[in-house]
C-alpha cells in the first residue's frame, strides 16, 4: 500500500520518485508478468489510476480464462461419463449375445430355440430397449453409418448375401476391434448358427458392405 501511495504523490508531482541504486533485471523467465509490468509503468510514468485500470482488466481476462478451463474440464468429464455408460451396455450387449452361440440358424426365426441373421441382431437388442428393423436391409439405416477405420464393439456390420452380389444380406454384432482395423463379430450363420468370425475371413472379407451404431 505504502508503494502505490508513493506512486500516486509521485504521479501527482507532490514528491520526487528515485528508484534503489541497483541493475535492473533482464527481461526473461526469471521475472514474473507482473513485476515487468510494474516497472514498465514506473518507466513510462503511468499515473495510479491508469495502473489500476489496466491490472483490473488483467484480472478480468484471467478469471476469463479460468471459466473457459473449467468449462473445457467440465466437457470432457461429461463424455467420459457418457463414454463410459455405452462402454457398459455394450459389454452387456456383447455377453446377452454371447448366451446363444450354438443356437441354429432357421429362416425368419427370431426366439432362443433358432434365428436367422436379422432375428439374431434384432432380438439382442430388444432386451435393451432398441427396436431394430426385422431385415438386415432394413437394420443398416437403423443407426449412424460409420467407416471400418471407426469401428467400435455393438457396432451392427452387414454383408452381401451367400451369392455376393446385390446389397446387404447379412449382418452381425461388433464383438472386438483390433489395432489394425479388422475385427470380431457374432452374428447366427446358415452354416453354423449362431458363431463368432472374423471379417479377414475369405467369405466375409469379399462381401463385407458397411457399418452403422445404434448404441
Same mark, same amino acid.
Given at each position: 500500500?505504502? $508503494? ?7 504521479? &501527482? ?7 534503489p541504486d ?69 459389454? &452387456? ?11 441354429? $440358424? ?19 437388442f430388444k ?24 469401428? &467400435? ?6 454383408? &452381401? ?46 462381401? $463385407? ?7
Open positions: 500500500m505504502g $508503494y502505490l501511495c508513493t506512486i500516486n504523490n509521485w504521479a &501527482q508531482g507532490i514528491v520526487p520518485f528515485s528508484m541497483k541493475e535492473e533485471p533482464a527481461i526473461g523467465h526469471s521475472s514474473s508478468p507482473l513485476k515487468l509490468l510494474f516497472m514498465s509503468f514506473i518507466k513510462r510514468k503511468i499515473s495510479l489510476s491508469t495502473l489500476l485500470v489496466l491490472l483490473a482488466i488483467t484480472i478480468t481476462s484471467f478469471t476469463a480464462q479460468s471459466q473457459q478451463l473449467s468449462h473445457r474440464k467440465q466437457g470432457t468429464v461429461l463424455e467420459q461419463l457418457e463414454q463410459n455408460s455405452r462402454n457398459n451396455i455394450v459389454d &452387456q450387449v456383447i455377453n446377452y449375445a454371447y448366451r446363444f452361440r450354438g443356437t441354429p $440358424y432357421r429362416y425368419g426365426a427370431m426366439s432362443p430355440r433358432a434365428f436367422d441373421c436379422s432375428g439374431f441382431t434384432s432380438y439382442v432386451r435393451f430397449g432398441i427396436d431394430l428393423d426385422r431385415s438386415s436391409r432394413g437394420q443398416i439405416f437403423d443407426g449412424v453409418r460409420v467407416k471400418q477405420k471407426d469401428l &467400435q464393439p455393438g457396432d451392427l456390420v452387414f454383408f &452381401q448375401g451367400r451369392s455376393g452380389r446385390g446389397g446387404v444380406g447379412h449382418v452381425g454384432i461388433v464383438t472386438k476391434v483390433n489395432e489394425d482395423n479388422t475385427f470380431h463379430f457374432i452374428h447366427s450363420a446358415c452354416s453354423s448358427g449362431v458363431t463368432e468370425s472374423k471379417n479377414t475371413e475369405s467369405y466375409y472379407s469379399r462381401r $463385407y458392405v458397411g457399418a452403422c451404431r445404434v448404441l
